[in-house]
């Protein structure tokens, strides 16, 4: 599996890969898939192979027309050259409109120069070259369930961690970064304008899949079977004959969750429990009533009826007067 990401941890268009795959190959040349475990990398294959990719990707992107090494071209095809700009600053970290145009994003911390030019290791198996990185140093065993579910958590993380974003008394926002810079930067500094375009500049186009899967286990492999353990299309199994008839469906299996526990998951909140005496809670009726609904709603002093909705304001398109 594949997660396509267009977001860095300084809130910055930083497109990257986050990649899903298992240690090794799988033979299904016979009725029952074998697994065969593959050799770790070492990490001068890493740096190696993280050489290769940008040189490739490099030339790859210069065959298509795009600016490479800050040439400009003019052949682009999106008309709105504007956010094409504001996608070009913040990949180089700098800012696209307003009156600090063209400049760096400001840093807040013990800045101190560095020249970090040429490729390098930065730890193990973890590599970088001329603005490519690649780190495959991350694994969890099959038996390591919550270690796996961590990991899908982060790489399906949000773009913007909202408890490090605050608004000083001068209306300038500062970005805590979540690890020190190499020159020694902790808060990154924005303007409300300048926080708009670096967000703008990381959303996905419309209809744009950002996961992707690959291999045995994408959904139209047809070794899927062999490996993935659950429930059969029985419909590719039988051919279209009017004469024949579909087997009977296996019984479905519990495989998702349940809402209590999602809602515990993402909000902390566990509606299982009783939050006075801390016991179980159990389902004692479903009203359907309206009447009966309003009168326990008056009786709890809640709001017995629907809020009206209230129409969009148009844009202040005065305030955008001169822009």
Known sequence: MTVIQRFGGSINLNPHFHMLWVDGVYDVSTDEAK????????????RSLTETLSKRILKYLKKKGYPIDDERDNTHDDNDETF????????????????????KVRRLGLVTPGNFEGARIDGERCASYKGFSLHANVSTKAFEREKLERLVRYIARPPVAMD??????????????????????????????????KLSAIVPKPRTHVTRYHGLFAPNSKHRSKIVKGKVNEKKKVKADTDSELPERPEKT????????LLNRVFKRD??????????????????????????????????TIPDIKPARPPPQEEFEGF
């Open 35 to 46: 697994f065969q475990e593959a050799i770790p990398p070492t990490d001068e294959e890493i």
């Open 164 to 197: 490090r974003l605050h608004q000083r008394p001068d209306g300038l926002i500062t970005y805590r970064l979540k690890k020190k810079y190499k020159d020694g930067t902790e808060r990154l500094l924005f303007s409300p304008l300048e926080l708009l375009e």
């Open 271 to 304: 509606v299982t429990e009783c939050h006075f005496c801390r016991g179980k809670v159990k389902v004692v009726s479903a009203i359907l009533e309206e009447v009966v609904i309003e009168r326990i709603l008056t009786h709890l002093e809640l709001p017995a």
């Open 254 to 261: 519990k495989s998702k969750m349940s809402w209590a526990k």
């Open 84 to 103: 094409f700009d504001v996608q070009a600053a913040s990949v180089s970290s700098t800012i696209a409109l307003g009156e600090r145009s063209g400049q």
